[in-house]
């Protein structure tokens, strides 16, 4: 039970850090909070559904494929909204607002394309038979959602912390306007930015059949909820402090599910208050000035 | 005469007349509830997110305690309606006092912890361990003390009261140090407002409004399940109605419920989703053109509105 429970933890651990990591992406860039990511989430998920049923590709394509698609869509979306947000009295508290409206539309649209009702993809496109891990059997879409996972999460080390776009990325994240200052071209690289995250939403969402059990155009909600408490547990604005805190975050919910599995369901809220209250910064979060 | 004697005059004589009257000359007293539920939860969040800047995400956590705090007490202790919805007021005030240590978090900090301690509630009532206290799942009935017709006019003077409440805060000392604190919570701190006493009372208001109207709507409705009175609509239609008219003003969340729960009321049953789109694009478009609401365009005119 313990070492089953440890080692799923840890499979929903990375997964779950995949499902946050965009979201504080686009935060520590864009000091925005972007409450259509769960929608985002639920676009790439239905993308692998129909890809599967209609052509049969198989969800790791079709992770390749949403990764270049939502790039591309979030570039001109950030365009259209983002700089005119930013002009506003109260950014961060508007964007709220603004990205919940947009969730709206995109959950409305998604219903009347692909309508209510809830779709799977059968978990034997990744083989049948459970895959043994130190003498525990999981299922082996568990594994090929994990392991993508932290393909994804590698993608954006590499991204943030070996490249000059990165290095300029970092550079806004850290104080935007003296980016700004410095001649950096602070709308592209937080474009760029914008576009990764929901890219990673979507692939996030392609596993999510697997992970999640099956999905529907109002699914949205929920994942904003469990994403902002793995983010918040990790450190808000911190892409790589979401690692930790989805690992946290699945393990804990892996030994709710097996020792009080009725009050599982409160685990995001009541891990996401506590945090909020006791540590605001989050596990790996630097002390901030304020005034 | 006095401003907040016009405003009262412009505002709440009407909005209340025709909350009252309105049930005699036409049939759907459902809908005028409904009404009368959004008026007063959308100045709800008036009270703490325009005159205090905290968006309250969860707010419908006290409709929702305000609501089984009434039903519990009617069922467990066999209360009379009216000092049930005592018990609902008192129940949202507690959760609200409980929830004071949020108000240290700010912008979105505050509104996702919100969110989720609404959640958390919820998840507390509708929990299958608790289904001797709760109902948990089964829900709540209520036909003993069914009687929609009092339960209405309770409602309008809920109404009237909060409709008051804003007036008050609109024409104030105290509203006015609120936005103060919401502009600029140090400065305010300087000029000698107590900052931690004014923003906790203003977050206790906006509760005991929420609950009041919580415990009425269990009473109206009378046969409710956790995910009625729990549903995130009631937050977020709440704010964006009253984001729509324009907060901090008395007249911009009128104005938000009257053409937004209009157009809802219109379009929104038959074919949801056309609604939402509509909706969604509404608020998108509202946060990049006309971010302080509707009645700022009044303001740009030079009218003053109440």
């Known amino acids: ?291 | 005469m006095p401003r907040w004697l016009r405003h009262t005059l412009l505002t709440v004589v009407p909005v209340v007349a025709a909350a009252g009257l309105l049930p005699f000359g036409y049939s759907n007293q459902l809908l005028l509830f409904n009404f009368v539920v959004f008026l007063t939860l959308a100045q709800g969040v008036n009270v703490i997110y325009g005159f205090t800047g905290y968006l309250p995400f969860g707010y419908v956590g006290f409709f929702g305690a305000g609501a089984y705090g009434f039903s519990l007490s009617v069922l467990h202790l066999h209360m009379a309606p009216l000092a049930a919805l005592g018990v609902g007021a008192a129940a949202a005030i507690l959760l609200g006092l409980l929830l004071t240590p949020l108000l240290r978090l700010s912008g979105a900090y505050f509104a996702i912890a919100n969110l989720a301690a609404s959640l958390a509630v919820y998840q507390v009532v509708s929990n299958p361990n608790l289904t001797e206290i709760t109902k948990g799942h089964y829900g709540i009935s209520l036909s003993g003390v069914f009687n929609p017709t009092l339960a209405y006019s309770v409602a309008v003077v809920i109404l009237a009261a909060t409709l008051g409440l804003t007036v008050y805060l609109r024409n104030s000392r105290f509203g006015l140090s609120l936005q103060a604190i919401r502009d600029d919570a140090i400065s305010a701190g300087m000029a000698g407002i107590d900052v931690v006493r004014a923003r906790t009372l203003a977050w206790l208001l906006s509760a005991l409004i929420a609950g009041l109207i919580g415990g009425v709507f269990a009473w109206y409705v009378s046969v409710f399940y956790p995910e009625t009175v729990f549903s995130s609509e009631f937050s977020i239609f709440a704010i964006v109605f009253a984001l729509f008219g324009g907060v901090a003003t008395v007249t911009g969340p009128i104005l938000g419920v009257i053409i937004l729960y209009g157009v809802y009321n219109a379009i929104g049953i038959s074919t949801p989703q056309y609604f939402q789109l509509i909706y969604g694009l509404l608020i998108m478009g509202l946060v990049l053109f006309l971010p302080s609401g509707l009645v700022s365009l009044f303001k740009r005119w030079g009218i003053d509105v109440p």
């Open chain 1, 1 to 291: 039970m313990l070492e089953y429970a440890l080692i799923a933890g840890l499979v929903f651990g990375l997964y779950f850090c995949l499902v946050g990591l965009g979201l504080n992406l686009v935060f520590g860039v864009m000091r925005i909070v972007n409450l259509a990511h769960g929608d985002f989430l639920m676009l790439g998920a239905f993308g692998a559904f129909w890809l599967f049923n209609l052509v049969g590709l198989n969800p790791v394509g079709t992770a390749f494929l949403v990764f270049a698609v939502f790039t591309a869509l979030g570039l001109p979306l950030y365009y259209l909204l983002v700089p005119r947000l930013q002009r506003a009295k109260d950014p961060e508290m508007l964007s709220i607002i603004l990205f919940f409206g947009l969730s709206q539309v995109i959950e409305a649209l998604a219903t009347i394309v692909f309508g209510p009702s809830e779709r799977s993809i059968p978990g034997r496109v990744f083989g049948t038979g459970p895959v043994h891990i130190l003498g525990q059997s999981l299922p082996a879409a568990w594994v090929v959602s994990a392991i993508a996972s932290g393909v994804a999460v590698l993608f954006i080390y590499v991204y943030l912390y070996r490249t000059r776009l990165g290095y300029l990325t970092r550079a806004v994240m850290v104080h935007r306007e003296e980016a700004l200052a410095t001649g950096i071209d602070v709308d592209r690289v937080s474009a760029i930015a914008f576009g990764i995250g929901l890219a990673l939403a979507a692939i996030a969402g392609v596993f999510a059949p697997f992970m999640l059990g099956s999905v529907n155009p109002s699914m949205g909600v929920d994942i904003n909820i469990q994403s902002f408490a793995v983010i918040v547990v990790g450190s808000l604005g911190n892409p790589l402090g979401t690692i930790l805190g989805g690992i946290v975050y699945g393990i804990s919910l892996t030994f709710m599910q097996t020792y009080f599995s009725s009050w599982a369901n409160l685990l995001p809220y009541v891990l996401l208050i506590f945090i909020l209250l006791v540590r605001p910064s989050g596990l790996l979060g630097r002390e901030v000035r304020s005034a």
